[in-house]
């Protein structure tokens, strides 16, 4: 991205600015639960809409490390999917101990200009049953491919928005 990695990662620090501009067609709401200024422990949700699905998830910030690293992981996800009723979907997220961990490093190109590495992993934390969440929510909620195409769609929006500043 062509913008000074302090611009960048302010950009992140005001998502409830940024979140419905980084993917208009997707995203719906962002909210602070436990305010500003950001820190390890800031709580927030996020809501979207993907492929029909709708999307509320709680998280938290597991990691602040100003102008290098963000990351923050699901509390609780609630899913209502265009095939199985909100209630049930909520069930087996809690069951299953699904959670969505994300990542975003920063690093420095020059002056003006910054990488970010992304990771998202969404996993159950019951290792055994790891193969069985995965093929759910590639059949009931949405699949990687999506997901992928959703994550470089952000990415370009986020690069826009930046780089127009």
């Known amino acids: 991205i062509s913008a000074p990695i302090d611009t960048v990662f302010s950009w992140f620090k005001d998502l409830d600015k940024n979140y419905l501009k980084w993917h208009p067609s997707t995203h719906q709401e962002f909210v602070w639960l436990s305010g500003k200024p950001i820190d390890k422990g800031t709580k927030f949700y996020f809501r979207e809409d993907i492929e029909g699905h709708k999307h509320t998830l709680f998280m938290v910030f597991t990691e602040y490390v100003e102008n290098k690293r963000l990351s923050f ?93």
Not at 96 to 110: A, H
Not at 130 to 154: A, C, D, P, T
């Open 73 to 165: 992981v699901s509390e609780s996800i609630h899913v209502e999917s265009k095939i199985l009723p909100d209630k049930v979907m909520c069930f087996l997220s809690s069951i299953f101990k699904i959670r969505l961990e994300m990542i975003r490093k920063f690093k420095p190109v020059s002056d003006h200009e910054t990488v970010i590495y992304t990771t998202h992993r969404l996993s159950c934390q019951l290792p055994l049953l790891n193969r069985l969440v995965e093929w759910f929510i590639g059949s009931f909620v949405f699949s990687s491919q999506y997901h992928e195409n959703h994550m470089k769609e952000e990415n370009e929006n986020m690069k826009l928005d930046l780089e127009a500043k």
